[in-house]
DNA sequence: AATCAGGTTCCATTATGTGGAACAAGATGG
DNA sequence: CCATCTTGTTCCACATAATGGAACCTGATT
């Protein structure tokens, strides 16, 4: 992965927030000199982008020169996050889930061809809820992704789905479109999406797709187990409870859903 | 208050993120025509812009034509706060100092003439932990705020200080840089800075400054009560544990500490 | 002391964002 | 039912703001 993708058509945002996304998506700590490998562009350039992020807040510099995302976009995400209808909506339902079956639920949306998760309901306290939330995995690997790629129109989830870069990240991960499209005809059909170890060896999820009327938002909601505890067969339990769930999420959501109730 | 303040010189980007934070900070969901009045721009320079953002997934358009911001937004604050070291650091302190108090625990550093809090530990489950994380409030009025006030230099304070515009949300706000800069000097006397209901009404606390060695990040935390429950007399007997926790976050600090540990 | 790598500043060039004006599409109302 | 207003979108000549090369710091390293 040597540079980031450049969006194209967006000028100097774009730039700017690529210089972001780098950051955001390293594993450690970026000094100057790292950014300026990964992302091609000239030093002069890279140290202005560099400082106006920093000036509105966005990027900090560590003592030791090294870069992190900045304080505001908490406070951003904070307000995006409360004022998710979507996920208010949704709560209640998510809690009556985990009520019935004891494990965590997960409720998330397609941004492209990521899924992003938006709430999360688990049973032990000790992990910290925020810990997930805001989170993102790709979508052809996730049960909820797989939801939500089930009901976009053909052709714009064929778009997305020619986007990906199909990684192995365990023995079962599909590994190409056309598993994948082989797939999303089959959730359609049940109306339920598995993910079957596909992201994480021992963890496995069924899912149900949400999404607006429009589907101008469409995600879904997933119970995940680990394998050794919940078997396949107990997940397809679930399935039925996971749609009905989902159904009713849909049916609260009101007619001109927007992001805020 | 007409138009959000414009970054000047961050250009194009500040006029970019000036947009969301109007977005952001909108009690309600925003249509074109809002923004166009509470930003002066052209219309069709404004609705450039909003493309940009939209296709950059920082702003959503609703069904309703209405704006909020993108989801794009949490996936970055996700990794902005996982990658918090202050954060991870204080985080065992802080749970002492809750098992200690048995009120609600705050951790907050200054960002501008604001408080953004990172962390919070309370006692009610039913209360979702994240709702506040992100969060921000003025400094002048919070134990937070004025803890990280007292411990920058001087003439830093006073340059922020300068920035405010205080707002009297209660009896007893202070109501001027003069009072506040007097409460500074007793803070850094004390160790001790109190919120005495300085922001909400029935809500006091007693902080106590968290920073870095070079006062690259200050901020500090508090133990926030209701006063029907916890006198002042009550909140002013944990001074001490609020100071020593404080202390023993400020220990635990790498030398060279970066917002990631 | 000399060299080098990392980081910052400067400024002429040019690409990019700007904003006025024209256009489209609903509302409103006379 | 047509006229008019209000809201939202597109276009393009122009000016501003981003660009990137080069010069310049600074502190390691030899």
């Given at each position: 992965?040597?540079?980031?993708?450049?969006?194209?058509?967006?000028?100097?945002?774009?730039?700017?927030?690529?210089?972001?996304?780098?950051?955001?998506?390293?594993?450690?700590?970026?000094?100057?000199?790292?950014?300026a490998?990964?992302?091609?562009?000239?030093?002069?350039?890279?140290?202005?982008q560099?400082?106006?992020?920093?000036?509105?807040?966005?990027?900090?510099?560590?003592?030791d020169?090294?870069?992190?995302?900045?304080?505001?976009?908490?406070?951003?995400?904070?307000?995006?996050?409360?004022?998710?209808?979507?996920?208010?909506?949704?709560?209640?339902?998510?809690?009556?889930?985990?009520?019935?079956?004891?494990?965590?639920?997960?409720?998330?949306?397609?941004?492209?061809?990521?899924v992003?998760?938006?709430?999360?309901?688990?049973?032990?306290?000790?992990?910290?809820?925020?810990?997930?939330?805001?989170n993102?995995?790709?979508?052809?690997?996730?049960?909820v992704?797989k939801?939500?790629?089930?009901?976009?129109?053909?052709?714009?989830?064929?778009?997305?789905?020619?986007?990906?870069?199909?990684?192995?990240?365990?023995?079962?991960?599909?590994p190409?479109?056309?598993?994948?499209?082989?797939?999303?005809?089959?959730?359609?059909?049940?109306g339920?999406?598995?993910?079957?170890?596909?992201?994480?060896?021992?963890?496995?999820?069924?899912?149900?797709p949400?999404?607006?009327?429009?589907?101008?938002?469409?995600?879904?909601?997933?119970?995940?187990?680990p394998?050794?505890?919940?078997?396949?067969?107990?997940?397809?339990?679930?399935?039925d409870?996971?749609?009905?769930?989902?159904?009713?999420?849909?049916?609260?959501?009101?007619?001109?859903?927007?992001?805020?109730?």
């Amino acid at each position: 992965m040597a540079s980031a993708k450049i969006s194209s058509d967006t000028g100097t945002l774009g730039k700017a927030i690529s210089v972001l996304d780098v950051i955001a998506s390293a594993p450690e700590p970026l000094r100057f000199r790292d950014l300026a490998n990964q992302i091609d562009q000239p030093r002069g350039t890279l140290h202005r982008q560099i400082s106006n992020l920093i000036e509105e807040g966005l990027l900090q510099v560590n003592p030791d020169q090294s870069y992190s995302l900045g304080l505001r976009l908490l406070k951003f995400a904070a307000q995006s996050w409360s004022q998710n209808g979507l996920r208010e909506i949704a709560e209640p339902h998510l809690r009556a889930l985990h009520e019935l079956t004891g494990e965590t639920v997960h409720l998330g949306v397609l941004q492209g061809t990521e899924v992003i998760y938006l709430d999360k309901v688990e049973s032990r306290q000790a992990v910290r809820m925020h810990s997930q939330v805001g989170n993102s995995s790709p979508c052809y690997c996730t049960g909820v992704g797989k939801a939500g790629l089930s009901v976009l129109p053909r052709d714009e989830a064929e778009a997305r789905i020619a986007q990906i870069n199909f990684h192995k990240f365990t023995e079962t991960t599909l590994p190409n479109a056309k598993a994948l499209l082989r797939e999303l005809d089959e959730i359609n059909r049940t109306g339920n999406a598995y993910d079957r170890e596909e992201h994480e060896p021992g963890i496995h999820c069924v899912a149900a797709p949400v999404f607006t009327a429009d589907r101008s938002i469409t995600g879904g909601l997933s119970v995940t187990a680990p394998c050794y505890r919940i078997s396949q067969r107990q997940l397809e339990s679930w399935a039925d409870d996971v749609r009905a769930t989902a159904q009713a999420i849909i049916a609260d959501l009101p007619v001109k859903m927007g992001p805020r109730a």
